[in-house]
């Protein structure tokens, strides 16, 4: 995709829009995954999700309270576990979207002189990648151009 070959100038607009819609429709199936692959159960911030600290069922005499304490050992195994998961997969969906506005800025600086912007294509390889209307809007967003600045600086230097 980006930067693949020698010629990182895509002169062409044809080519442009072609290899942007590629770079979508990529990084667009790897944040659907991404989006199905989180549990709609899970809340973070639910302490009742927590994983407890301390737990040690070895010092209890109690057989049957001791049973029951490493019921909680591996409940909150579990708990750990969803957890980690979870932590990581943000990390994943983090990189994934960072990625995306990076590659993309880097089609906005190159795109050749009258190339089209191309939303209603861009944003129906979103659609139809099946992401959430929360992540499709904040991906909409990246197909704009920045809004210009007032002291007239643009990304391009003119």
Do not use: C
Not at 42 to 58: C, K, R, V
């Amino acid at each position: 995709m980006v930067g693949a070959g020698d010629n990182r100038d895509l002169t062409k607009p044809e080519d442009f829009i072609e290899q942007r819609r590629v770079l979508v429709r990529g990084w667009a199936a790897v944040l659907a995954v991404v989006e199905q692959a989180y549990d709609p159960t899970y809340d973070p911030n639910d302490q009742s999700q927590w994983p407890i600290l301390g737990l040690n069922p070895q010092m209890i005499q109690d057989p049957d309270q001791r049973a029951a304490e490493w019921a909680l050992v591996a409940a909150n195994d579990e708990k750990v576990k969803r957890a980690s998961y979870y932590h990581d997969l943000r990390i994943i969906d983090g990189l994934a979207q960072s990625s995306l506005k990076a590659q993309l800025a880097f089609f906005r600086r190159r795109a050749p002189k009258g190339t089209d912007a191309d939303f209603a294509t861009l944003d129906g390889i979103v659609k139809d990648a099946g992401l959430s209307d929360a992540l499709r809007a904040k991906i909409d967003l990246l197909f704009s151009p920045p809004p210009p600045r007032s002291d007239g600086y643009t990304a391009e230097g003119s």
